[in-house]
C-alpha cells in the first residue's frame, strides 16, 4: 500500500490544492476520531461526485474545492471489503498527527495517499 506514482501525477496537484484548504479541517476531524475513541486509522474518502462512503464532512465547492471530502475509518474499509488485511493496513498507515489518508476515487481509479499536513 505505497502512494500510486500514476496517482501522483495524475491527481497530486488538484488535491493538493485542495489539501491546504481543508487540512485543519481534516486534521481536526482526525484527531476527534482518535480522541473520542472511534477508531485509531481515521479515513477521508474524497471524489469528484458523491460516493457511498463514510460521511460528508465537506461537499465539493463548499470550501472553494474541487473534490467532495467524507470521513471515516478503517472498520467501514473492512466491513465492505475495500481492505482485506486490516493488519497489512496498519502497519501502512502512518502517523496520523503528521499525515492524512485519503482514499481517492475517480470513475474507476481508486487509491490510498498519504499527504503530510502543513506544518504550522
Known amino acids: 500500500m505505497n502512494n500510486d ?10 488535491i493538493t490544492k ?3 484548504v481543508v487540512a485543519d479541517t481534516l486534521k481536526e476531524a482526525s484527531y476527534q476520531i482518535r480522541k473520542r475513541g472511534f ?4 479515513i477521508f474518502p474524497i471524489a469528484k461526485v458523491e460516493i457511498p462512503i463514510g460521511n460528508t464532512l465537506i461537499a465539493r465547492g463548499e470550501m472553494a474545492t474541487n473534490w467532495h471530502y467524507n470521513v471515516t475509518y478503517l472498520d467501514e474499509f473492512v466491513q465492505r ?3 482485506t488485511d486490516a493488519d497489512e493496513f496498519k502497519k501502512a498507515y502512518k502517523d496520523p498527527d503528521e499525515f492524512c489518508c485519503l482514499f ?9 495517499l498519504f499527504i503530510p499536513y502543513p506544518e504550522d
Open 81 to 83: 471489503k475495500l481492505v
Open 18 to 20: 485542495d489539501f491546504v
Open 39 to 42: 477508531s485509531d486509522y481515521p
Open 104 to 112: 481517492v476515487v475517480d470513475n474507476e481509479f481508486t487509491s490510498f
Open 5 to 14: 506514482p500514476e496517482l501522483n501525477g495524475k491527481y497530486l496537484g488538484t
